[in-house]
């Protein structure tokens, strides 16, 4: 008898402070497919802002924190494309030299996953269950798709959901403008960039679209929000939850429940 997959959520900042929901939705979805979910409670920034920002001696000082705290985990999964890049791609070379946690920074980066690539990659999942329903589109994180080579798992899921219909979204690769601090540096360039990516996502007429990195979530809901748009934007995890589960999903609003019964996906 195999024993039940057992994995470390590594919440991330956004998550914790402005997304909570997120994070029970992603916990549901985990717990509904078997896996036994746990939570470190010692865990920090992943220190990607740091790193971002130039400050490599800091951004290892948290490395060195935060590796030790994962330890123990048999998979660590982030419902963050920049974080799990950050830990996978940048860890092992900030600690490279370290030789306490060197190689303990290089199995991390082994164990760990973005939520979309654990389940499908790991787990072997490709379709769940969901109360949604209508048409969703999808945009691609920068970490996620560039930094982690990452752009089917998402789709792969998103289209085998039942009573939903994924429309492509036209320049999905491109960046939404939120870059971390990048939008509060040059706000007048990341504003460009966000009205384009607004414009395009309310092309598709979906009444929903999906990322995976709450940064994109934050930009996207904001240039949104200030335009009036009925168009949510929402974490693939609140999505994608096992049915007679417990995380929250907004209701959606009547322009997201005209699509198609049944996931299939087209060009918008």
Same mark, same amino acid.
């Given at each position: 008898?195999?024993?039940?997959?057992?994995?470390?959520?590594?919440?991330?900042?956004?998550?914790?402070?402005?997304?909570?929901?997120?994070?029970?939705?992603?916990?549901?979805?985990?717990?509904?497919?078997?896996?036994? $979910?746990?939570? &470190?409670?010692?865990?920090? @920034? *992943? /220190?990607?802002?740091?790193?971002? =920002?130039?400050?490599?001696? +800091?951004?290892?000082?948290?490395?060195?924190?935060?590796?030790?705290?994962?330890?123990?985990?048999?998979?660590?999964?982030?419902?963050?494309?920049?974080?799990?890049?950050?830990?996978?791609?940048?860890?092992?070379?900030?600690?490279?030299?370290?030789?306490?946690?060197?190689?303990?920074?290089?199995?991390?980066?082994?164990?760990?996953?973005?939520?979309?690539?654990?389940?499908?990659?790991?787990?072997?999942?490709?379709?769940?269950?969901?109360?949604?329903?209508?048409?969703?589109?999808?945009?691609?994180?920068?970490?996620?798709?560039?930094?982690?080579?990452?752009?089917?798992?998402?789709?792969?899921?998103?289209?085998?959901?039942?009573?939903?219909?994924? $429309?492509?979204? &036209?320049?999905?690769?491109? @960046? *939404? /403008?939120?870059?971390?601090?990048? =939008?509060?540096?040059?706000? +007048?360039?990341?504003?460009?960039?966000?009205?384009?990516?607004?414009?395009?996502?309310?092309?598709?007429?979906?009444?929903?679209?999906?990322?995976?990195?709450?940064?994109?979530?934050?930009?996207?809901?904001?240039?949104?929000?200030?335009?009036?748009?009925?168009?949510?934007?929402?974490?693939?995890?609140?999505?994608?939850?096992?049915?007679?589960?417990?995380?929250?999903?907004?209701?959606?609003?009547?322009?997201?429940?005209?699509?198609?019964?049944?996931?299939?996906?087209?060009?918008?």
């Amino acid at each position: 008898m195999t024993h039940p997959i057992r994995a470390s959520l590594l919440v991330t900042c956004l998550v914790d402070l402005f997304y909570p929901e997120v994070g029970v939705a992603m916990v549901t979805l985990l717990r509904g497919l078997g896996v036994t $979910v746990d939570f &470190p409670p010692s865990q920090t @920034c *992943c /220190g990607l802002p740091l790193f971002n =920002s130039g400050y490599q001696d +800091e951004a290892a000082r948290v490395a060195r924190h935060v590796v030790p705290i994962f330890s123990a985990s048999e998979h660590v999964v982030v419902p963050s494309g920049s974080c799990a890049w950050m830990i996978k791609k940048e860890y092992p070379g900030l600690l490279r030299d370290d030789p306490a946690l060197g190689k303990d920074a290089e199995a991390l980066a082994d164990r760990t996953h973005e939520l979309s690539q654990f389940l499908v990659k790991v787990l072997g999942v490709t379709h769940v269950k969901t109360a949604f329903r209508g048409r969703v589109t999808y945009h691609d994180s920068c970490h996620l798709l560039r930094g982690l080579g990452e752009s089917q798992s998402s789709r792969t899921l998103l289209s085998n959901l039942e009573g939903v219909e994924l $429309v492509e979204l &036209p320049g999905a690769d491109e @960046c *939404c /403008g939120f870059g971390g601090s990048f =939008s509060v540096r040059l706000p +007048e360039v990341s504003t460009s960039i966000l009205g384009k990516k607004i414009a395009n996502i309310e092309k598709t007429g979906a009444g929903c679209v999906v990322a995976c990195d709450a940064g994109c979530l934050m930009q996207m809901s904001g240039g949104l929000s200030r335009k009036g748009s009925p168009v949510r934007a929402l974490h693939l995890a609140q999505l994608l939850y096992s049915e007679g589960g417990s995380a929250p999903l907004p209701t959606p609003p009547p322009e997201a429940s005209a699509g198609k019964a049944g996931g299939r996906t087209r060009a918008a």
